[in-house]
């Protein structure tokens, strides 16, 4: 079993920063990559940023100079900053791993969601 916890979702004014949380914990072997989705009412769920173990990241052309994906290994943990929300950036953020529970088997795992709110 494996879950991922995501926090710091909340209601925010066009602007403002936010900063997501997400630990994974359970049965990991070994971690590829983690990342955020998000999904808009009436939307399919959408990439937002990844980051593997490297380091190495990727945004979305619609977030990039405002969000920043980290990573904590040592952890599993992942973060976002959102700075210089939009109202468009509204939705459900979803953290994401790709990891090995074993040495050969990998799955893709899902937090619950958190609630991303900007108004106007």
């Known amino acids: 079993q494996v879950q991922l916890v995501e926090s710091g979702g909340g209601f925010v004014q066009a602007g403002g920063s936010l900063r997501l949380s997400c630990s994974a914990s359970?049965?990991?072997?070994?971690?590829?990559?983690m990342g955020w989705y998000r999904q808009a009412p009436g939307k399919q769920r959408e990439l937002v940023a990844t980051i593997n173990a490297g380091q190495s990241t990727n945004y979305a052309d619609s977030v990039k100079g405002r969000f920043t994906i980290s990573r904590d290994n040592a952890k599993n943990s992942v973060y976002l900053q959102m700075n210089s929300l939009k109202p468009e950036d509204t939705a459900v953020y979803y953290c994401?791993?790709?990891?090995?529970?074993?040495?050969?088997?990998?799955?893709?795992?899902w937090g619950q969601g958190t609630q991303v709110t900007v108004s106007s």
């Open positions: 994401n791993a790709r990891l090995y529970t074993t040495v050969k088997d990998w799955d893709d795992y």
């Open positions: 359970g049965n990991i072997f070994r971690i590829i990559a």
